[in-house]
């Protein structure tokens, strides 16, 4: 079966992690990814690293996206971050509104992702791949989901590409989140997320922490393994496998995995669904 696949890490914080993480790469790369994006922190806490990680990317070869996120962020700032991009070949980018880091106040010249796109666009011209986020349960901080919707085709109508989606477990909530921006003449292709269950707690972390729903019936069969890590391992790749088989029986456009850094478990799924 071929499907495009892209592949998310975030920058390691020691050299020796970075050293693993090429090893990673390589071992990825035998899914033959369209891309493989690199994850920035609140504020910009890792613009250095992700700079830095998505050189090591393109250095081996590989096509690299960094995310950019823009809250806290002035123009000038961002204008600086893209000619650094364009100077090393870089031509596609995530586009994300972020979060402020912890104990800051001031929002920035940005308010939302909405205008991160169209200042790209504005400045950079048409030669960029912008991709920008999308939640098929809704963003956690919006209370409708009408307004979730609007906000969403107004920031890719601003200028995207694509969109990747927040990781989830409900298939359902990703066809039906298609079809309500469909009929918002939203037709850019739409990328499910999909994150492997590397660690029962970890994914429950992000789950509280993006507004996630894990189904009751995989929380209880989860919790019940407890420390048992071999069970745990085997249970998520069945729950995440069948969850893309879901999407691609679903006719979805391409699968974006949340790898944390890890090969192993993407190559497996990817593995099981012939991929």
């Known amino acids: 079966m071929t499907l495009p696949i892209s592949i998310e890490f975030f920058p390691p914080n020691t050299p020796v992690g970075a050293e693993k993480l090429k090893t990673v790469v390589q071992e990825l790369s035998a899914l033959k ?3 493989f994006s690199v994850t920035y922190g609140a504020g910009g806490a890792t613009r250095e690293k992700t700079l830095a990680t998505v050189r090591d990317i393109a250095a081996l070869g590989f096509e690299a996206a960094p995310h950019l996120s823009c809250v806290g962020s002035t123009r000038e700032g961002i204008a600086e971050i ?19 880091p912890s ?12 205008e991160l796109v169209s200042f790209i666009r504005e400045t950079q011209g048409p030669d960029w791949k912008i ?5 098929p349960e809704y963003h956690p901080e919006q209370r409708y989901a009408k307004k979730d919707l609007q906000h969403f085709a107004h920031k890719v109508k601003c200028g995207a590409d694509a969109a990747i989606t927040q990781f989830f477990f409900n298939p359902d909530a ?4 298609v079809d309500e921006v469909r009929a918002l003449g939203v037709d850019v292709p ?3 997320g999909v994150m492997p269950i590397h660690s029962f707690s970890r ?3 992000f789950a509280a922490r993006d507004g996630i729903e894990i189904p009751r019936w995989v929380m209880l069969k989860m919790e019940g393994y407890m420390d048992d890590a071999a069970s745990i391992r085997a249970f998520g790749l069945d729950v995440v496998t069948r969850l893309c088989e879901r999407l691609i029986a679903g006719g979805v456009p391409a699968i974006h995995f949340y790898a944390l850094n890890q090969s192993a478990l993407t190559l497996e799924i990817c593995k099981r669904l012939g991929l």
């Open 174 to 177: 990703y066809f039906h989140f």
């Open 103 to 114: 104990g800051t106040a001031v929002a920035g010249e940005f308010r939302y992702a909405s």
């Open 131 to 135: 991709e920008v986020a999308a939640y």
């Open 82 to 100: 893209l000619a650094t991009y364009r100077a090393q070949g870089i031509r596609r980018i995530v586009a994300l509104r972020g979060d402020l």
């Open 203 to 205: 994914i429950v972390q």
């Open 190 to 192: 739409i990328v499910p």
């Open 33 to 35: 990814p369209e891309f």
